[in-house]
Each structure stands twice: as C-alpha cells, then as structure tokens.
C-alpha cells in the first residue's frame, strides 16, 4: 500500500488562504481600539447604546499638540475658558493629518481642562518662577471632546462635541452630544479649518525641519 504525499494543492490552498484571509480581517477588526467604520484611527471613539460617548482612556498617552490659555487676568477677570486648553489627538489622526493635510474619519480632539496655578502674585493673575514671571499650569478641571464622523453629525459640519464635566476628575463615564448652539456653533462660525482652531497648532503639526 502506498500513501499519496499529502500535496498543499491548489484545492487545498485556496480555501485556506480565504480562511487565514477572513480571520485576519476579524482579528484586525477586534484590536483593541479598532473600529472598521474608521479605518485609519488607531484608538476608535465608542459610543454606548444611548449613543453617548464613552468617555476615552488614556488620552494623556496620545499627541499633544497645544494648550491655549485665555487667563481671567487679562480678560476682565472673567474669562470665558480662564483654563489651559491641553489638546490631544490620536496618534493615527496625527499622522494622518501630517500626511494629508485633512483629519480622518475618528479623530478625536480631547481638551482637557487645566486650571492656571495660583496664589496670584500679580493682578494679572500671574506669578513668578525661576524661568520668569508668567502662568503655570495648575489643577486640572474638565474635560471637552470632539470626534469627527460624517455619518453621525451631519448637522454640525461633521463633528459632534461631547462635555464629560467642566470640574477635576474623575470625569463623566460617557456623555452625550451637546447641542450645536452650545459648542459646535462656534467652532461653525470661528474656526480656522474643518472645525478645528488648526492654526494655534500648527507649529506642533508641521513636521521639524531637516537639519
Ligand atoms: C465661543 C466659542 C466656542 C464655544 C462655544 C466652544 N468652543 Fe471649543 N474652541 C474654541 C476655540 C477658540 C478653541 C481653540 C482655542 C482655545 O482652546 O482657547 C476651541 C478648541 C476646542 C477643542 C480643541 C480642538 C479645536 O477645535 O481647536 C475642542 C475639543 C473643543 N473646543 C470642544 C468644545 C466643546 C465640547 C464645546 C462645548 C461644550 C466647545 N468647544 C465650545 C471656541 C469655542
């Protein structure tokens, strides 16, 4: 009796590629982070089933790209955001961005709120540091998502805008969209690009010159 070698034959094959092929998609689709909605994104957004955000994790570990400040000092002492604006971005978005010059479908802003440290030393709410007179970052105090997605917010230019609590952590587990006249309004009316205030960031965007 002879036993036929057992050949990896095109019958053979091809239904095993299809197979290894399917797989790969269903565990790609499964890493944690990923959403196939949004290809490109690398640490998805995840909305519950109220539609609310969940608030997202370990945004301090993603690209920080700026942090804005409108003291209450210089504003009449009464600032509408006296805070620093820290502003994070998903890696995949950022890389994207640098590459395109458009943020992908999943981007997500997150602003965390960091208040200006006190005391005072000065009427303009400034102090002094070994590096010089000026604001320093203190205790942080809220926090401001907004995730770009066509598909969900076509009344608001494509991004939806989420408060997970304007006071210190911890923040909210998830929340749901505000209303445009609340926030996306303004970014509507004011800003520079694609809703996004891009120009203050900028300069963090745009890659290092070569040497
Ligand atoms: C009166 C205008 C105005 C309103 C209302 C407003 N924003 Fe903004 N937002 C800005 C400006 C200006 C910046 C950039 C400069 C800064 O942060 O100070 C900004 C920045 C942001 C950023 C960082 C990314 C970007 O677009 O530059 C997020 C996220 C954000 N806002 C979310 C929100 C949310 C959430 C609300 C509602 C709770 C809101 N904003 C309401 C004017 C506004």
Redesign the pocket.
């Known amino acids: 009796m002879f036993s036929r070698p057992f050949r990896f034959g095109p019958r053979v094959a091809i239904p095993t590629v299809g197979l290894l092929l399917g797989l790969a998609a269903i565990v790609s689709a499964q890493r944690p982070g990923r959403n196939a909605a949004y290809p490109q994104i690398d640490i998805a957004p995840v909305f519950n089933a109220q539609n609310e955000l969940v608030q997202p994790k370990a945004f301090r570990e993603w690209i920080f790209i700026g942090a ?1 400040i ?1 003291p209450h000092g210089l504003n009449n002492g009464k600032a ?2 006296p805070e620093f ?1 820290n ?1 994070y971005v998903q890696p995949a978005a950022f890389k994207a961005y640098r590459a395109t010059g458009k943020w992908p479908e999943g981007t997500m ?3 965390e709120l960091q208040l200006v440290d006190g005391p005072a030393e000065n009427p303009d709410g400034s102090r002094l540091e070994a590096s010089g007179r000026g604001y320093f970052p203190g205790k942080v105090a809220g926090l ?3 995730v770009k997605d066509s598909k969900r917010f076509t009344k608001s230019k494509n991004w939806g ?3 997970f609590n304007h006071a210190p952590p911890p923040y909210l587990a998830a929340a749901a969209e ?1 209303p445009v006249a ?2 996306a ?3 509507i009316a ?2 520079h690009e694609d ?4 120009k ?2 900028k300069p963090i965007l745009d890659p290092l010159p070569a040497k």
């Open positions: 804005p409108t509408n955001f604006h502003v802003m997150v602003k401001d998502v907004a805008y989420f408060n505000r609340e926030c309004g303004c970014h004011n800003a809703m996004v205030y891009v203050i960031y």
